[in-house]
């Protein structure tokens, strides 16, 4: 009479049978950071195993990811020069155009997402166009180069446009710019619901995106609110949003779970930097079994669900899903 549970969990068949979340490699995004300059592959020592590469390093690197079964990569660019407006970003001669370029040219089948933001290109490292008396960014200055720059990644070849700078009105201003110049057949997956957050901390190392005064709470949102949080989502979805997104991931679990149950459209979550540098330094401590702890975190992820993970962990995920295949 105590057997309710366990008799379904005695036999390993009959768990596979009834196991109802399943990892795929089709469900990753693998982020690249795109240096400007030539045989570059410069490791970050807060990200083992991530690197800042130049776009003839970014073109091998694509290989390796295909053979590991991961088409989807979503990049990042860290230009030469900044300004106070993020000028590389509205060039098509830019590092972000030329490598969308260049990889869509040797690798046409590789699905390209764009992080769709200024703070990279920015010298004061925030992510648009500064008010200078708010000490903040400008809205709606932000809004109209967004435009542009998404302008800019869909003439270079970009796939799908992801915009996280968290400004008022940007998915639909970005769609507007898009269909204006004949793109209506390129999806934008907003970070719809952006935090705050101190486990950005190891990105800003790579993207060298730290801002140089202030934080980004004037733009990104306020972890403690849940209400704001799905009607961020919603506002985006009205906007016209094709996918959404919750970031960072491992923290709001309850997030991915109370916007799926708000939306029908898809949901991807961004496994953050910080969330990757702290499993990484705990397994290389020998404190948790590395590959157990990220599938099992990778696992939650989708169960709470995403249908998309945006992950670092990608390529070491791949690797087990396809021994295991075997
Ligand atoms: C740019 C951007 C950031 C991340 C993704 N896009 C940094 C930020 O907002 O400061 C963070 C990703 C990560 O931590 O892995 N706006
Ligand atoms: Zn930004």
Redesign the pocket.
């Known amino acids: 009479m105590f057997k309710r549970f366990r008799r379904v969990r005695i036999n390993p068949k009959l768990r596979d049978l009834l196991t109802q979340t399943k990892l795929s490699t089709d469900d990753f995004i693998y ?1 690249l950071f795109i240096k400007e300059g030539e045989k570059i592959k410069n490791e970050i020592g807060s990200m083992p195993g991530v690197f800042q590469l130049s776009i003839d390093e970014a073109i091998k690197e694509c290989l390796e990811l295909k053979k590991l079964g991961l088409y989807s990569i979503i990049l ?1 660019g860290i230009p030469k020069i900044k300004d106070s407006i993020g000028s590389d970003a509205l060039c098509e001669h830019g590092v972000i155009a030329k490598a969308i370029r260049a990889i869509k040219e040797a690798h046409p089948d590789m699905f390209i997402s764009t ?1 769709l ?1 200024f ?2 290109y920015t010298d004061h490292g925030h ?1 648009g166009i500064l008010d200078i008396e708010k000490e903040s960014v400008d809205n709606d200055k932000t809004l109209k180069i967004l435009g542009e720059q998404a302008v800019i990644h869909a003439k270079a070849g970009a796939d799908m446009i992801a915009p ?2 968290m400004m008022d009105g940007m998915i639909v201003t970005i769609r507007e710019a898009l269909d204006k110049a004949n793109f209506s057949d390129i999806p934008i997956m907003s ?1 719809s619901t ?1 935090f705050a957050s101190s ?2 901390g ?3 190392d790579v ?1 060298e ?1 730290t801002p140089s005064f202030g934080d ?1 709470r004037s733009y ?1 949102m306020n972890p403690a609110n849940r209400d704001e949080a799905i009607n961020e989502s919603i506002e985006d979805e009205k906007e016209g949003a094709d996918i959404l997104m919750v ?2 991931a491992l923290a709001y679990l309850d997030i991915v779970r109370d916007i799926k149950n708000h939306t029908l459209l898809p949901l991807a979550v ?1 496994n ?3 969330e ?1 540098a702290m499993l990484k330094l705990a397994g290389k401590e020998g404190l948790v079994d590395y590959d157990k702890v990220m599938m099992e975190t990778l696992l939650a992820f989708k169960r709470a669900g995403a249908d998309i993970i945006i992950t ?1 962990h990608a390529k070491e995920a791949a690797k087990i899903l396809n021994e295991s295949k075997i």
Request: some cysteine; overall charge positive.
């Open positions: 982020p990042f992080d933001c703070c990279e992510c996280s700078g970070y952006k486990y950005y190891p990105f800003r993207a995106s980004r990104q970031k960072p961004y953050v930097s910080g990757y670092y």
